[in-house]
């Protein structure tokens, strides 16, 4: 996994990172790439493609190969829906691993105007 850290990071241990990409098991980042994740003092700029499929359950993938409704909608609507939901598309250009993005980040798809 790569990372954007958009500031210079310390905590109250004196650990000090400035802000930069980083592959996420670069020493400067002392292990704390998830952390940096988690409290959105960094963005995920780039995933490992194991990790993508080690996160994501195989009910979901199962789910996003189904007719899930995504499948209606465009590349475009896919990423309006994701950035609309916060979800991190970086990297990603296919069809079907957008989808198991959004499926991943537990995001549904959209009705249809019948309601289904």
Known sequence: MRIRLSSFYQNVNGVQI???EYDGKDGVLRGLAGYLVDTGHAVVIQRDPATVAESVSPDALAQADDAT???TLTVTQLRDLAE???VDLAGLTRKSDI????????I?????EDGQ
């Open 18 to 20: 400035p802000a930069g």
């Open 69 to 71: 409704g995504f499948d």
């Open 84 to 86: 609309d939901n916060f």
């Open 99 to 106: 989808i198991d993005a959004l499926v991943a980040a537990g």
């Open 108 to 112: 549904e798809a959209p009705e249809d």
